[in-house]
């Protein structure tokens, strides 16, 4: 018993195969995360080293050649450029296309360990970052409120901060702009040439003293008691008091050679929202993460928080990819759902016959409903990329149905029975349209092997049109049998009445 002969026997069967597709289609649409872009990964890492108060050429001398020549040993490396700036390192090192970005990250990381020794004892620790599209933000949020920017700051950073790392989704959240306070100790030359001190002697004595240290342990009466020294800063008076040498035998203390105030730190950026000095807060989420979900629960949550804001403080929604995102779906379903029904009219017009053009008719949404279960399982988004796939695909997705309705309606209007005319007609027809969708499909088949970002990104759409063309043949050989024509459609039907 071939396909067509089994879709005829035993309709329940087919009826129930068909939901369990829908059904299985609906959740994995539910599941599905929606975001722009498919998730790609550039095959690029980048190297940050921070030595502040250095110039591009020391930067250049200590800091960049040592970290390009122990990069450039990693295997898959394809090339390595830098950027050296006022404070500054940038190290690229692109991959090629292929290599596992993960494994080549950790290889640079553990180079880096090793020339640690190398470079500067001051200089920060070198970040190793992998670009990654997901790693745009979501969504940019700018608040205003008085001409304080540093209460303005400390009330976002204590309250809008703590509260939206808390949303499900959010995996960080940045603040920019606004005052920051720190401590500045001012040190007066003429005072540490008089006493013999070095500057350095003084920052290692702020920075050693300010630190609290294990002790060990101390036993009593079969009794354990953690010991640890107590150093951290509470106040001014503390740095002040702390001792930074020794004069003749005296111990010099650092308000002796230096004045110690709390001030703002010096402002390299600025931040304003609607012309007003303000903090801009940015959000990132979570590998994986719904973008729209997860907007929508941070909207809800300011909705709440906006409550409770201080009289003049407000919120304004600067970027919010889940915005986008939306329009692209609204565009691009409705033109799907457009071409859906302009292709539908053009079946009625040729046909004049209801049962077979609405047969036809709900091939196209169950044929993409069952395209859904594949793209969840591989593990793509519901992206920009895969909802063109979707949209092109649409015209396409009746072609097989069209061929076997209408030979279907050849064998009624020979005098078969409509069951006998459906095994029939699918039957004579089943090889031509399994190769008119695999010639179709083999058009596709160049962008699975294309190379660069180009093939990462339209790999998604043609699996997509590959997968619905698929879904569509079998739902043309299955579910279109036990609908076949009447012979009241036939003689309603504009189709020829003989072969």
Known sequence: MNIPQFSVKKPVTVSMVILIIVVLGIIALTKLGLDMMPDITYPAVTVLTSYEGSSPEDIEELITEPIEEAVATVKGIKKVNSISMEGLSAVIAEFEWGTNIDKGAQDIRDIIDMMMEFLPEDVSRPQVIKFDISMMPIAVYGITGGENTYKLRKWVDDNLKNQLEQVDGVASVFLFGGEEKEIKVEVEKRKIFAFKLLLTQIADSISSSNINQP????????????????????????????????????????????????????KRSDSRTMAKPGVMIVLNKESGANIVLVSNRIEKKLKKIEKFLPPDFKIYDIFNQANIIKRILKVTFGNAAVGGLLAVVILYVFLRAIAPTLTIALAIPTSLIATLIPIYFLGYTLNFVILIGIALGVGMLVDSSIVVIENIYRYVSLGFEPKEAAVKGASEVIGAITASTLTTVVVFIPLFFAEGITGRIFRQMATTISFALFASLFISITCLLYTSPSPRDLSTSRMPSSA
């Open 215 to 266: 002790g060990g342990y101390l036993t009593k009466d079969y009794v354990e008691f953690l010991a640890r020294t107590l150093s951290k800063y509470k106040n001014i008076d503390d740095i002040k008091n702390t001792m930074a040498g020794f004069y003749n035998g005296k111990p010099i203390y650092v308000k002796d050679v230096a004045t110690v105030r709390e001030a703002f730190k010096e």
